[in-house]
């Protein structure tokens, strides 16, 4: 055997190891419509407890909680809405451009106003950032919004939780925050 042909079968091994160890690392989740075939495809995280999004248009990165055990992408492909049955709980991430050019400010305080203008639990901003929490008694409610204005987008995630489990929620939105990797965004 020449040194071209074992460089080759070398490179060959290579590629099958690689590509197998990244399938490995891909998994998929059932919509939550019955009548959708549609799944997510999500990535393993460092924590064997929560999943990967990766959002390929717009490039932004988030763990999801595994009890998430049902996901939709959203029609424009701009994020994904995924459930946990056992708790009722939400999360959503996406992305949109802000072709209108609203500031920080101005997003913050239309997602305030457009949920009823509810007493705050959660109220932290930042020049490009916020993050906002509420409850409703039963419902408790968290949305974190990241602002580029470079690329005139912004990305977001939300948990809708119920209120008598905060204490695992908050747990959970610490490491979602953490994980929180929004395109394009000096953290």
Known sequence: MNVKKIALLLTGIAVIAGSTAFADDQMTIKSSNKDSYEVVQVMKAKDKNYYQYYNSQYGYVIDIPKAATQADV????????FQDPQDDAVFTTYAAKNAMGFSIDELRNM??????????????????SYAIGWTDGKQSYYHELYLNDKDKSYTAFSVVYPTAKRDKYDKIIAHMARSFVPN???M
């Open 74 to 81: 959203s029609v424009n492909g701009d994020g994904c809405y």
């Open 111 to 128: 997602d305030v106003g457009v949920n009823g203008t509810p007493s705050l639990t959660t109220d932290i901003k930042t020049k490009n």
């Open 184 to 186: 394009g965004v000096k």
